[in-house]
């Protein structure tokens, strides 16, 4: 087995499957650790904060006796208590899991989210801002640096730049095929980003995470002062919440695909070339 190392979109044909390789740049593996600290801080002191108030609105104002479209609680009737989820005017029982649940010690609590997702685990809602706030630096000064170190060193051009022929509908089709039947590249086309996974980066990348950096702005008070157009976008602070926290949503499930996708290719191979850069490529089928 060889020891080759690989910088260009297009490997070269001696590659074979069993090959060691050099894949992923030291900028990108540091980004994407990084990354994945600052957003697991940045969701679980999320969590803490909406605690604070477990209600969704749209529009400008929102508060305790206005109708949220999303709401965390809990009730009672009669002599039973339960927690829910309601969006809209439907409610979904989720006692045990939010609205109503038991901390480690036994002890009853009426809050939207538990302490095992929050940070801190026990309510403080200036502790989780600040917790959110300074990972918010990190997120959005780490974001810049890795998209500009990207467009000079072309892992955007070579990487994420979907072609032509990548974006024919018959092209994705056959790509969403392969994926539902676990049929993955093998050989020196595993070095390749498909274009789903180039359609994903780039969402996350163009997208939601400026989306998330944009909204978090548009809900702060001190934003009005100076960049007054965040809110205005959305149409409303408690607009820009709603967004803010779909966003959220939408980022864990990013997440849990690409956890899945690691786990279906191969964790051992997947995590060590995203720690070391060494990669081996996976061998041809038959």
């Known amino acids: 087995m060889s020891d080759i190392p690989v910088h260009d979109p297009d490997p070269h044909p001696a590659l074979r499957g069993g090959d060691v390789v050099r894949r992923h740049r030291l900028s990108t593996r540091l980004w994407h650790w990084t990354n994945a600290v600052t957003l697991l801080v940045m969701v679980m002191s999320g969590l803490m904060i909406f605690n604070a108030h477990p209600m969704l609105y749209w529009g400008e104002y929102g508060a305790n006796y206005d109708r949220p479209w999303l709401k965390i609680g809990s009730a009672r009737v009669g002599a039973s208590e339960f927690g829910y989820v309601q969006i809209g005017t439907r409610r979904f029982d989720t006692t045990g899991t939010l609205g109503l649940w038991q901390n480690a010690d036994g002890q009853t609590q009426r809050r939207a989210f538990p302490g095992w997702a929050t940070i801190p685990s026990r309510y403080s809602l200036a502790a989780a801002r600040i917790w959110h706030l300074a990972f918010a630096w990190v997120l959005a000064g780490g974001l810049a ?45 595993a070095l390749r980003y498909n274009a789903l996974q180039k359609i994903a980066y780039a969402l996350v990348l163009f997208g939601l995470l400026p989306l998330m950096i944009l909204t978090g702005l548009a809900m702060s008070p001190g934003t009005d002062a100076w960049f007054p157009l965040a809110g205005e976008l959305f149409g409303g602070r408690q607009s820009a919440r709603s967004v803010h926290f779909l966003g959220m949503a939408a980022l864990i499930g990013f997440f849990v695909v690409h956890i899945a996708m690691v786990v279906l290719a191969g964790p051992f191979n997947e995590v060590r070339s995203m720690i070391t850069g060494r990669y081996r490529l996976p061998k041809e089928r038959g």
């Open 145 to 189: 640096l890795y998209l500009l170190w990207s467009l000079v060193n072309g892992h955007l051009r070579r990487d994420i730049h979907i072609t032509r022929t990548e974006w024919s509908p018959r092209h994705l089709w056959q790509e969403v095929r392969d994926h539902a039947r676990l049929r993955f590249p093998a050989g020196a086309a």
